[in-house]
């Protein structure tokens, strides 16, 4: 289904068009239009052992099919992955490509057909709530299993990087991985900006000084 781009976040036309698509927040005394999207369902409540993503040049999937399918069929034996084609920038006109560069958004993005996500997770668990407790094995066991994946991907997609809002945790390049050669402006700007570094996340710009 296409959509305008204004509608994507209106509860009113979703309700109208497609109410399948979302779900509305059970929970009593929510906002009338607080919703996530039904296909998430499954992350409501999640607790996650694990969290990886990467860039998937077009270039590998027409220049090197044979390639690009032996990465997603290896790596899938050991863990379901997701192939996002929403999000690679790939095609896009040259005008969305000039302003969308001056973003910090990994340059290898703008040559992506997809984003692939790998993730494992467990669902209404709650560390330190007793009887809710997630498990630990499970998590230590699927948690393997994406970095073994990852790793396959990382092998046949070197310097791809990662798209930050959904990448590891534990990332160790981050500055790299989640910005490649944009962290040095956004480490400038930051500095001038914020210069006792007072606003700062785990991994973001910044965040090791």
């Not at 497609?18 to 919703?35: E, W």
């Not at 050991?78 to 958004?105: H, M, V, W, Y």
């Not at 494992?120 to 499970?138: C, F, I, L, N, S």
């Not at 070197?158 to 500055?175: H, I, L, M, R, V």
């Amino acid at each position: 289904m296409e959509i305008p781009f204004e509608r994507l976040w209106d509860v009113t036309w979703w309700q109208e068009n497609d109410p399948d698509f979302i779900t509305l927040d059970p929970r009593p005394n929510q906002p009338d239009n607080q919703y996530w999207w039904s296909g998430n369902q499954g992350e409501v409540a999640a607790y996650w052992f694990a969290y990886e993503s990467r860039w998937v040049p077009t270039s590998m999937l027409v220049d090197r099919p044979a390639d690009a399918t032996r990465m997603l069929v290896d790596a899938s034996k050991l863990r379901n992955l997701t192939f996002q084609i929403n999000k690679g920038l790939s095609g896009q006109s040259a005008e969305s490509r000039e302003r969308d560069r001056g973003t910090p958004l990994h340059p290898t993005a703008f040559d992506a057909a997809a984003l692939i996500l790998l993730g494992a997770a467990e669902q209404y668990v709650y560390p330190g709530v007793t009887g809710h407790e997630p498990d630990r094995a499970k998590g230590v066991r699927e948690r393997d299993e994406v970095a073994a994946a990852m790793s396959i991907l990382r092998d046949a997609l070197p310097g791809q990087g990662a798209y930050a809002n959904e990448a590891s945790y534990f990332t160790e390049d981050w500055k790299n991985e989640f910005w490649g050669p944009n962290y040095q402006r956004l480490l400038a700007i930051k500095r001038r900006v914020d210069p006792t570094n007072l606003f700062r996340v785990h991994h973001g710009v910044g965040s090791d000084e």
